[in-house]
């Protein structure tokens, strides 16, 4: 059975950091691209950065370089790293793990974890 965990969301004034984290389990970690997307209270859900089995990152516009994305195949975890949060990052963040070939496409999702930015 396929699992996506994220932890570390929470409460953080603005300025402060958080480190999200995904744990996952039953899949071949190390060849999925895993994707860190944020959904703000009444908006879609939008990409926030993105980690390829090679280690290529991709980040969205908004990130401004406050944000890394990262992957640890050994833990099988992916992790993104917020530093310099604002008030209009907060939602619920998901962990999206991805393998495409020829043949299959397998798209796994989290939860999801909450993150407020509030003074």
């Known amino acids: 059975q396929v699992r996506l965990v994220e932890s570390g969301g929470g409460l953080v004034q603005p300025g402060g950091s958080l480190r999200l984290s995904c744990a996952a389990s039953?899949?071949?970690?190390?060849?999925?691209?895993f994707s860190w997307y944020r959904q703000a209270p009444g908006k879609q859900r939008e990409l926030v950065a993105s980690?390829?089995?090679?280690?290529?990152?991709h980040y969205t516009d908004f990130v401004e370089g406050r944000l890394t994305i990262s992957r640890d195949n050994a833990k099988n975890t992916a992790s993104l790293q917020m530093n310099s949060l604002k008030p209009e990052d907060t939602g619920v963040y998901f962990c999206?793990?991805?393998?495409?070939?020829?043949?299959?496409?397998?798209?796994?999702w989290g939860q999801g974890t909450q993150v407020t930015v509030s003074s």
């Open positions: 980690i390829a089995a090679s280690g290529t990152t």
């Open positions: 039953g899949i071949a970690f190390s060849i999925y691209t």
């Open positions: 999206n793990a991805v393998y495409t070939n020829a043949w299959f496409n397998h798209d796994y």
